[in-house]
């Protein structure tokens, strides 16, 4: 569970609703960045619980995400894109409603992530996903087939040309 780099959202009243309704073989990784309050505060109401790991900033993301088999977070672009090339399937927070909303449309329209309209009912969608393999399997393949060979060099060659088709307008 992660909500930006400073731990913006309802992330406490999601951990308190998924806390007692975790699988025994399952366990919950909060990042809570660069907001230490939040970690302090966490990090205080599950230190005897060995399945909730409370961490502060991190630079391991990728190591985190490659562990989990679902991303609760917002759908702020750069962590889910990353998710997104990871194929990790994700759970949404609307933490930040409008700027954001386009990518919450965008993953779950393509069937990559859910959502809920509250804490309590996403926090049970995201148990029931975390606990169903065959649910999770069709947001990977969707997700696998999201990925673009050669990303970089495609973007790159779409804006030189917007560039070029520009330069040749003001000429």
């Known amino acids: 569970m992660m909500c930006g780099s400073m731990g913006c959202g309802p992330m406490s009243r999601m951990l308190k609703q998924m806390a007692p309704i975790l699988p025994k073989d399952a366990e919950i990784s909060v990042i809570c960045g660069t907001n230490k309050r939040l970690y ?24 985190y995400m490659d562990s989990a088999d679902l991303y609760l977070t917002k759908p702020g672009g750069i962590s889910i894109t990353e998710a997104a090339m990871k194929k990790l399937p994700m759970a949404f927070v609307n933490a930040v409603a409008g700027c954001e909303q386009y990518n919450m449309n965008f993953f779950i329209g393509m069937g990559a992530a ?11 969608r995201s148990i029931r996903l975390l606990c169903s393999t065959a649910d999770r399997q069709p947001m990977e393949r969707v997700l696998w087939s999201y990925r673009k060979q050669d990303g970089a060099k495609n973007i790159f060659d779409a804006l030189n040309k917007e560039v070029c088709v520009c330069e040749d307008q003001i000429s």
Do not use: C, E, F, W
């Open 114 to 124: 859910i959502t809920a309209d509250s804490p309590r009912l996403l926090a049970v």
């Open 40 to 63: 302090a505060k966490l990090k205080h109401r599950y230190k005897a619980n060995s399945k909730i790991h409370i961490i502060g900033y991190t630079n391991q993301m990728p190591l």
